[in-house]
Structures are given as structure tokens and as C-alpha cells.
């Protein structure tokens, strides 16, 4: 099976090309580290694709490339040299599970991150020339996103709801729950609770409050009790919260300015 060109774009090809462009590695290196690409890419088919259909074979090439391609660069640090020396020395193999390891890694974020990722996300096709370390980058960094994300819902779910209930992690479904209970936060120090849990009585207090109040008036406490919450928060939470539009509060503001009864029903406690 002929996995792609030399001339092609993967940083694994481009150093397998340079060595034997400048006789660093023999024409019998190269053929053998082909065939063992192909093996590879045989090994990851049969065991998570299928060896049946020709485009689940090219796809498991593609992640063979994106995995050699990873663990290679982070030995290398994108240094050319260094990385035809590890080729000739630890071979692809050895790329191969660096590259691997850095994808079961992702365990340490969540196991269930983890399963949601597929091996697809790091294939890369015989002309593709992203930065692989980048697809990697970007993966953690979603991971660890939602992993905040869900824990600052249980912090949060802790101090303004009655029933603390894990739900899905999906990413949309918990930033509306999380929304949901931030708007009890604010709105429990609207009306001066000490409360925590929002219920019918305070509900109606804060009803009461918005419609017999100035909205500039309210626009500026409702201001200052931002304020007041996000500097209790540790900074870390008070950074994600504010990335994560999550203080904007636009709809809670829109009903503040707009002062209609029936606009209320809307807002979500």
C-alpha cells in the first residue's frame, strides 16, 4: 500500500525526503520505514476502522502521519537535524508513541473528554500542512475549558441551588445552567438577601424591586453587585467567568431597561 509521496507536506515525509535527499538515510531505510508506516496504518485500521474499505485504510494512514508527526516534533522542537537523528536512531515507532502518549494524556483532563475525542482529529493527509502540535494545543485547551467549566458549576450550584444535580457535560447545556444560577447570584443581591436559594417569596421581591425602581438606579446596583460577586470569586474563575461572556448578563440588563412585567417570565433562575 503506498502511504503518500515524499514530496508531500507532514513533517514525518518532509524529513524522511530531506534524508535521502542528502544521503542520510539509504534508499533500504526509507523503504523500510514506508512498509512500516503501512503496517501501522494496517494495525490502527483493523482496530478502530476497518481494513474492508479503502477510505478507512487511507484515514488510518493519516492518523499514523498525524501521531508520528506529533511525537516526533516534541523531541525535535521542529529542528530538522534533530529530528532525521531520531528517526535513524528510535524510529518511527518510537514518534509514533510519543505522538500517542500525548492523545492519552488527554485522560488527565477527563475520561470522559477523553472518549469524546476521536483519532481522526489528529490525521493528517499526505498534502496537509497544518501544524500538528497546534491540532493538539487546541484540543487541550477545549479539554481543560469544559473541565472549568464544570467544576465552576458545582462551586456555583453549591452555594445557589437547593438540589445540587451534575448534569450533562456538555459544553452550551452547562454554560445555560451556569448562566441560570448566576442570575440568582446577582439577583438574591438586587433585593439585599442573605439568602442563597432563590424561591417563589424572593422572586416576587425582586419583581417588586424592578418595576418600582428607576432602571438607572437598578442599572447601577445591578452593576455593583457584579462587581461585588466577580471579586469574590478566585481570580481564575473571575478570568473564565469574563472570557466566557458569562458576567455580561445582556438579557438581565435588557429586562432591567425595558421594565415589563411579562419580560420577567423570561428570565431564567
Avoid at 56 to 63: D, P, S
Avoid at 206 to 213: F, K
Wanted: glycine residues 2%.
Amino acid at each position: 500500500m503506498k502511504i503518500a509521496e515524499l514530496r508531500n507536506k507532514p513533517f514525518i515525509l518532509l524529513v524522511l525526503k530531506d534524508g535521502l535527499a542528502d544521503g542520510y538515510f539509504s534508499e533500504e531505510f526509507v523503504h523500510k520505514t514506508k512498509q512500516q508506516l503501512s503496517d501501522m496504518s494496517l494495525r490502527i485500521a483493523s482496530d478502530n476502522l476497518s481494513i474492508i474499505y479503502a477510505d478507512h485504510i487511507k484515514k488510518a494512514c493519516e492518523i499514523v502521519l498525524g501521531f508520528i508527526s506529533l511525537g516526533l516534533l516534541s523531541h525535535c522542537d521542529n529542528n530538522t537535524e534533530k529530528a532525521k537523528d531520531i528517526i535513524k536512531t528510535q524510529g518511527i515507532v518510537y514518534c509514533f508513541r510519543a505522538g500517542w502518549a500525548k492523545y492519552a494524556g488527554l485522560k488527565e483532563i477527563s475520561a470522559d473528554y477523553f472518549k469524546q475525542i476521536k483519532l481522526s482529529s489528529y490525521a493528517l493527509a499526505a498534502n496537509d500542512i497544518s501544524d500538528i502540535t497546534i491540532v493538539h494545543a487546541d484540543i487541550v485547551k477545549q479539554g481543560q475549558d469544559s473541565l472549568k467549566l464544570l467544576n465552576l458549576y458545582r462551586s456555583i450550584s453549591a452555594q445557589y441551588s437547593a438540589n445540587v444535580v451534575i448534569p450533562e457535560t456538555d459544553e452550551d447545556y452547562l454554560k445555560f445552567e451556569l448562566q441560570k444560577l448566576l442570575n440568582s447570584a446577582v439577583a438574591l443581591m438586587l433585593i439585599d438577601s442573605q439568602q442563597k436559594i432563590f424561591n417563589h417569596e424572593r422572586y416576587t421581591q425582586l419583581i417588586t424591586y424592578l418595576t418600582t425602581t428607576d432602571s438607572k438606579l437598578v442599572l447601577e446596583k445591578f452593576a455593583c453587585c457584579v462587581s461585588d460577586f466577580s471579586e469574590k470569586q478566585p481570580v481564575t474563575t473571575k478570568t473564565f467567568l469574563q472570557e466566557s461572556s458569562l458576567l455580561d448578563f445582556n438579557e438581565f440588563k435588557t429586562i432591567i431597561t425595558t421594565q415589563k412585567n411579562w419580560l420577567f417570565l423570561s428570565l431564567r433562575f
